[in-house]
């Protein structure tokens, strides 16, 4: 059993787009949501998605049960200052996924760091940038 978990962004935007992910999902979320938390990037990256109102209510619809039941959390200075060594180690050691690291991995680098510091699994689709990260750093990932 997990313990505390992290949905990243990629399995809410999955969720939202795709009904017969969704219809899977929702068992594994309704059973985690006590023990559920959120990333404060992960809302960055919600409402930066959101182009329209309707969006924009979706994902405020998401974040603030997090916020109400304070369970939203937010990478501290030590977290950002390993996640600068991490990209640095990675971008020196695996010089073929230096496009990935332009393409969004500081955000999941972040996500997967502030999890590890709550003793959380990161619940995600984006295996690539999650497999990266967890080749550097011992992090709890389930791909879904």
Do not use: K
């Not at 949905?7 to 009904?19: F, G, M, N």
């Not at 049960?65 to 200052?81: D, K, N």
């Not at 619940?123 to 011992?138: A, G, P, S, Y």
């Amino acid at each position: 059993m997990i313990g505390r978990i992290l949905v990243d962004t990629s399995v809410y935007i999955e969720a939202l787009r795709d009904r017969a992910f969704a219809a899977t999902f929702r068992p594994i979320y309704e059973r985690g949501i006590p023990r559920t938390h959120l990333s404060s990037v992960v809302a960055q990256e919600l409402l930066a998605g959101a182009r329209t109102v309707a969006h924009r209510r979706l994902a405020q619809g998401l974040i603030e049960p997090f916020e109400r039941a304070r369970r939203v959390v937010t990478p501290t200075h030590p977290i950002w200052c390993e996640a600068g060594l991490l990209l640095s180690q990675l971008w020196r050691d695996a010089p073929s996924f230096r496009s990935a690291i332009r393409a969004g991995l500081v955000n999941d680098v972040l996500i997967a760091l502030t999890a590890r510091a709550i003793g959380a699994t990161v619940l995600t689709r984006n295996r690539l940038h999650f497999e990266m990260i967890r080749r550097v750093r011992d992090v709890g990932v389930e791909i879904v």
